[in-house]
Structures are given as C-alpha cells and as structure tokens.
C-alpha cells in the first residue's frame, strides 16, 4: 500500500514562490496517477492539479493554470507541486492524492489515497 506524505508548505509573501513535495513509500508509486487538492477554511476541498501515472498528461484548475506546475520523479517516489505567483486566494491546506490507475480525475473522490496535508498561508 502506498502511503503519502507532503512537505514545503509554509508563510510566503504574495507575488512569491513555493514547491510542495509528496514523498510515497512503496514500490509501486509509478503506477499510480497523483494528484493536488486544496481546501481553505470554511470550504470544500477544491481540484488544483492531476498528472498520469507516467507523467506525461497534466491538467490543472483554471484558478492555478500558468502558474502551478505538476511533476513527478518516480526514481525519488516524488510528486511537487511548483506555484508561483501566490495570491492570498491560494491559501489553503494542500493535500496529496494517488489512485493506482494512469490518471485520477478532477474530483476527490477519483482517489483512494491521501497524505495528510501541509498548510501554504500566502500574505497580502
């Protein structure tokens, strides 16, 4: 079984920059498509970014595309999250997300396993 955990969030002005990571434990991690959502206070959890399992197809929010990018190195077993230009609506927990199929959809439920999130506060 895979099992996620993320890191990298943090404070950041806004303008600036931040990588999550989401470091998998198992073997297996390349045959899993991942995943990148977020949930602010008070609100549901929100698509920000899938890729295949390979890598190779990437789709993203509307609210994020051109500025967040989606990536994985699967030697590492890693998944990042690149954003730039944070704004405050960006805040958030940001929460990762593997399905062991090659590619996981756009709603939460598509995917089966989670880390346990890592809060990205972007100050005006």
């Known amino acids: 079984q895979v099992q996620l955990v993320e890191s990298g969030g943090g404070l950041v002005q806004a303008g600036g920059s931040l990588r999550l990571s989401c470091a998998a434990s198992?073997?297996?991690?390349?045959?899993?498509?991942t995943g990148w959502f977020r949930q602010a206070p008070g609100k549901e959890r929100e698509f920000v970014a899938a890729?295949?399992?390979?890598?190779?197809?990437?789709y993203y929010a509307d609210s994020v595309k051109g500025r967040f990018t989606i990536s994985r190195d699967n030697a590492k077993n890693t998944v990042y999250l690149q954003m730039n230009s944070l704004n405050s609506e960006d805040t958030a927990v940001y929460y990762c997300?593997?399905?062991?199929?090659?590619?996981?959809?756009?709603?939460?439920?598509?995917?089966?396993?989670w880390g346990q999130g890592t809060q990205v506060t972007v100050s005006s």
């Open positions: 198992g073997r297996t991690f390349s045959s899993y498509a």
């Open positions: 997300a593997a399905v062991n199929a090659y590619y996981g959809g756009r709603h939460y439920d598509e995917y089966d396993i």
């Open positions: 890729g295949s399992r390979g890598g190779g197809r990437t």
